[in-house]
């Protein structure tokens, strides 16, 4: 079964869908992600690649979550409520202002789907739900009382928890349940609404030729319902905490490497399983996408381990992972989920090899090619058709932000690599993207709107500012939407040129169950 994506030339955009505009804190999957979709649609590109979707830490970084599986409420479209009867339009202007207050008015509606549920149990909404608690039974439950018991507890790490809850004593975790049984059902509903919001979102998209793009990261958060739930399948002490931690060694972004923190797996308990906890992450991507990158592929053939009381990353070793087995099963399991590996930083040949022995596409980054390096990589005459081009990435300034950080000699050297075009930054990168062999070329939004640093979205080994940014449609340029299709045309990657075949929003994964 070839993994890659589907084939022909295309673009697409990155943008997380807190990115877009709206009244609410964040943007989120109402009235303005369809503007958004009708946009990228009308322009000519086929692809909408978001970020992580799954529920944050306050930081708001989606590569740090509660759940692999989860979405995140701070997405859904209070409207959307209001349309369904649930909530009252004053509560659901009163949810904008902030996390809390859309909580609470997601409780509010809970109150009411439940009455309803109650009274009429032949609804087609009922029927959904009830499909919905059997879709996901493989890790909703773990995630509600995760969050439940977490609030009782004032918000402590679950490795400070009562021993019974910290681990997972079936009589302290059910007589907790018990006792905590509306704000699980709260919790439930919420999860039940992101997912039908995303299902129409998906399906919207699809049938007007954009597939969606997500993100599969690699590791999970100490803190998260993944890691309480199944402690045996971390590297962890009998009391909860890492024993090895995540990261990556030294290179030329950072002397001392860095040091991620994330708990490590035990990959030979996960072998024993027959690596099912895996498979149900991808079950969970092949419901919610059309196309999923594998965040930090490289791990999947040799990891970095490090102690988990050292205080630099130089303190790790190489280890070897069973990522060749995994990716077997995953393409025997979902063979219609594409994937690409992020094959970013220090990658070996052996990376190399197991990413070409699955046919997965890697990432090329343009802003990267121009070190002085005749071999490198991301220079455009080295690109190969199976690549995914990008200008940058989510982690990377704007292009117009990264070429005015540029010396004078650099900005030259850029120019006169691509035989000194007349179009100015960021057009200038975009065309050559546009140009390049790579089957699919992807472009952040920022970089369409022409915004210059103060927009990125992240910067990598900071912790303030970061996951925040959101645009304006008052930013959008004039006719922006035509001069897209027409650099598109130009480069063969029109929907004229290479149509798109949207992939049915409500087709499923295999279903995994717990055992």
Not at 183 to 194: A, D, H, M, N
Not at 227 to 246: C, I, K
């Amino acid at each position: 079964m070839n993994m890659s994506p589907p084939s022909g030339r295309r673009a697409g955009v990155l943008l997380h869908p807190t990115s877009l505009p709206g009244p609410g804190y964040c943007g989120d999957f109402g009235i303005d992600a369809r503007r958004f979709v009708d946009l990228v649609a009308d322009a000519g590109l086929q692809i909408w690649q978001v970020l992580p979707l799954g529920p944050t830490h306050p930081d708001g970084c989606p590569y740090q979550s509660f759940s692999v599986h989860a979405g995140s409420p701070d997405l859904i479209d209070l409207q959307w409520l209001v349309q369904q009867n649930w909530l009252s339009q004053e509560l659901a202007i009163s949810g904008l202002q902030d996390r809390d207050a859309k909580r609470l008015a997601l409780d509010l509606a809970a109150e009411v789907f439940f009455a309803q549920l109650e009274s009429t149990t032949d609804s087609p909404m009922a029927a959904a739900y009830r499909a919905f608690l059997e879709t996901a039974d493989f890790w909703l439950e773990d995630y509600v009382r995760f969050h439940a018991f977490r609030k009782a507890n004032a918000l402590r790490p679950w490795a400070e928890w009562p021993p019974g809850l910290r681990d997972r004593e079936a009589a302290a975790c059910d007589s907790a349940a018990q006792d905590l049984a509306l704000l699980i059902s709260q919790l439930r509903f919420r999860q039940f609404v992101f997912d039908c919001q995303w299902r129409e979102l998906r399906r919207y998209a699809n049938e007007r030729g954009v597939l969606l793009f997500g993100d599969i990261p690699i590791y999970v958060h100490l803190e998260s319902a993944d890691v309480w739930a199944h402690q045996h399948l971390f590297d962890l002490d009998e009391v909860g905490r890492p024993v090895t931690v995540t990261g990556v060694p030294p290179d030329y972004f950072s002397a001392e490497g860095q040091l991620w923190g994330n708990p490590q797996y035990n990959w030979a308990r996960m072998r024993e399983r027959g690596f099912e906890w895996w498979l149900q992450r991808f079950d969970s991507a092949a419901k919610q996408f059309d196309i999923a990158r594998i965040d930090h592929f490289r791990a999947l053939q040799a990891y970095w381990e490090i102690p988990a009381d050292a205080v630099s990353a130089r303190e790790g070793h190489w280890v070897e992972a069973p990522g060749r087995e995994l990716l077997q099963l995953v393409r025997a399991g979902y063979p219609e989920l594409k994937l690409v590996a992020e094959n970013l930083g220090f990658i070996t040949e052996e990376v190399e090899a197991l990413r070409r022995e699955f046919d997965l596409p890697g990432m090329v980054i343009l802003q990267f090619a121009f070190d002085g390096n005749p071999d490198n990589p991301y220079l455009s005459h080295l690109h190969e058709s199976g690549d995914i081009v990008y200008t940058g990435t989510h982690d990377n300034n704007t292009t117009l932000g990264w070429f005015e950080s540029l010396d004078a000699a650099t900005r030259e050297r850029v120019y006169a690599y691509f035989g000194n075009p007349p179009d100015p930054m960021p057009w200038m990168l975009i065309r050559q993207a546009m140009a390049s062999r790579a089957r699919i070329a992807v472009v952040p939004w920022q970089d369409f709107l022409g915004l210059d640093g103060r927009h990125r979205m992240n910067t990598p080994g900071t912790t303030e500012g970061n996951w925040r940014w959101r645009f304006d449609w008052q930013q959008l340029p004039a006719q922006l939407g035509k001069k897209i299709r027409k650099v598109l045309e130009e480069n063969t990657r029109g929907p004229g040129t290479s149509p798109a075949t949207p992939i049915a929003a409500s087709t499923p994964g295999s279903q995994i169950k717990s055992a």
